[in-house]
Every structure is written in structure tokens, then in C-alpha cells.
């Protein structure tokens, strides 16, 4: 079922949803069951998958360095439908512009639609480590509201080179808001134009970056509306878990950390003491976003899910 399907059927309740990273290759996918199964009880209708891009490895060879292409983790749309086959449950994989041309975007979107996952979240990606800025793969997108475009062009029948009218494809598409707006926007503004370009292309829901401040969110929100997006924002968040958590993630996603919580963190005399405050802040955040009414709040889980699940314990 689509995600705005599941949104529609809670009529006002609010759903639990989480997303999950792939483990690095060579691992057993046992090991991903292992911190899924203690979220089930909570029944998400759906979980998303993300897509890591391609990296560079440096191999030595007669002396010299030489740079090869390498991907990290074993591929998204594999693992949605193990997912999809082992819960009974929707899975949605990430779709990345970076580092996939638009003939491989449409094979991985026609292997979707195949296993009978109907929904996608369309993403630019980030630039490779060694570039400054993202660059776009050659034969593929520049930004994400191509991609969008190109989902929906095969939900019309137009695969790239050829018109296939009984093959429509009927994805629901999930795209990225930003509520502190995305690091390279010049503006808040100017990335919720963006933002409703992606919508304009046909996106039917968006998933937020992860904030701390819930104020954040809902000023978004409204703004959103201001800028006439009216598809559901789905609030994502992310309980901290480490205390190197205060210094990467403003760093590395250009979010703020409110004051209270950056004062109880550095209290921590360990990580286990930082963990229960992530997830006692997670928690506080969640009511909030619930008693708002938001349809669904979707967790980022990162590896062990047993702070997700203390959290989701507490409101769900
Ligand atoms: P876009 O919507 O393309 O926007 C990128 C930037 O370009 C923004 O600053 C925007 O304002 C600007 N922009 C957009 N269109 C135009 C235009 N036409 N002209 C000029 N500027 C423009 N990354 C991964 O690698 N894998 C994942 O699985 C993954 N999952 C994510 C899930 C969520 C919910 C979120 C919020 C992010 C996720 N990301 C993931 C990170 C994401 O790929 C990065 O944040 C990326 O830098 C931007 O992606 P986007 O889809 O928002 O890009």
C-alpha cells in the first residue's frame, strides 16, 4: 500500500515508521532482522531503506596508488523486498540522483515495481568525499525534482526511450524537507521553492531532516503551506546516541542543538548516560509532535534500535 494510502486509512491516528541503514557488505542480513524484529510490535506500515552512492578505494598496484570504484553495502531494492517478504510489510528504498544514470535509475525502478514496491523516496544525494559540491553523474539527475519527474513520467507508461502504455508503473514518492533548510540553499525560502518544485513534479509526501527543536518543525510546516505544498510532512527524527553526536551533526547536516540539551549531554560521564538522554529528549519531542497531530513520526535508527524502541514504547 502506498504511504499516503496508510496516512489516509489512520484517519488522524498517529503511525510509527522507521528507516534503516544497510549494513556494510560481507555481513549476514540475520543481523538487520536482529534490531528490526523488536520495532514490529509497534506495526509500521512501512520502513524505508537508504541508498549509500559509490565510493572511491585506492588499491595499490606497482607502487602506485589507483583509485576504483567500490559500493560499501549490498543494494537497497534487494534488501526492501527481503523485508517486504519476511514482515508482510511495505518497504521503501532510497533513490539516489548521485552516482546512478537515468538508464540505471529505470531498471532499478522497473526491479521495483516487479517485487511489488509501491513506494520510492526520490533523493539527490550527497557529493562524493572528495568533492566540494555535488556533481552529477554523467547521464544522470542534477536535483532531485528531475528524478521525481522521471518516477512519474513511468507512472505514465514513458520508460526513457520508448512509450509502454500497459506497463504504468503507480509509485507513491516520498522527497526531503529541510525545516533548518538544506546546507546549500542560500535561504530557507529558497529551498521551500525547491521543495515545491519537487511537489510540482508530482511528490506525495515529505519526510524532514532530522531537528531537536520541534518549533523548528512546525514553522516549517507552515511555511510549507505559505509556499501552497499541501502533500503530508512527515516529521523524521533521530534520537542522540553518543556524545560526538553535538559536534557531527550540526557539522555534518547544519542543524542547531538547542541549549537544554546540549547542556544535559555534556553532563554524560558516558555514552550510556548520553544514550537514556537521547532518548528521554526523543521522547519528549515525540509527544509534542503527536499532540499536534502529525500523521506519522518516522526514526532514524542507526545500527542497535533498542533506543528507538525504548522511545516508541512511550508513545505508541
Ligand atoms: P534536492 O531537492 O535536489 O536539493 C539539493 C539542493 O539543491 C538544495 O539546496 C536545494 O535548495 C537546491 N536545489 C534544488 N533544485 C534546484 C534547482 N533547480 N536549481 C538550483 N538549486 C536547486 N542521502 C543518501 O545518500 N542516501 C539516502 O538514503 C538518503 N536519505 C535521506 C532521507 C531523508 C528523509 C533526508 C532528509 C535526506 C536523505 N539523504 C540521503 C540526504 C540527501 O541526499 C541530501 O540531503 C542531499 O544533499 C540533498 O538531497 P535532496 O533530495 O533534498 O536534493
Known sequence: MKVTDHIKRAQGKTLFSFEIVPPQKGKKIEDLYK?????ME????????????????????DGLLDRKITRM????VGICAALKHKYNIDTVPHVLCGGFTRE??????????????????????????????????EGGHRYANELVSQ???????KYLHETIEASKTDFCIGVAGYPEKHLE????????????EKVDAGADYIVTQMFFDNSKFFEFVEKAKAFGIDVPIIPGIKPIA???????LPQVFKIDLPETLITEV?????????RQVGIEWCIQQSKELKDAGVPLLHYYSMGKSDNIKAIASAIF
Not at 517485487?115 to 533523493?123: D, S, T, W
Not at 553518543?242 to 557531527?248: C, I, T
Not at 555534556?266 to 548520553?274: A, L, R, S, T
Open 35 to 39: 534490531n528490526i524484529d523488536p520495532l
Open 42 to 61: 509497534f506495526n509500521p506500515p512501512f520502513i524505508d531503506v537508504t541508498t549509500s552512492r559509490e565510493e572511491f578505494v585506492y588499491v595499490e598496484k
Open 73 to 76: 553495502r549490498p543494494g537497497t
Open 104 to 137: 540505471e535509475t529505470e531498471y532499478l525502478l522497473v526491479d521495483c515495481h516487479y517485487l511489488g514496491i509501491e513506494n520510492v523516496m526520490a533523493l539527490r544525494g550527497d557529493a562524493m568525499k572528495h568533492q566540494r559540491y555535488f556533481e552529477p553523474t
Open 151 to 157: 518516477i512519474r513520467n513511468l507512472c505514465e507508461g
Open 185 to 196: 540553499a542560500p535561504s530557507l525560502d529558497f529551498d521551500l521553492k525547491k521543495l515545491k
Open 242 to 248: 553518543v556524545k560526538r553526536h553535538l559536534r557531527l
Open 266 to 274: 555534556e553532563k554524560c560521564k558516558d555514552n550510556k548516560e548520553v
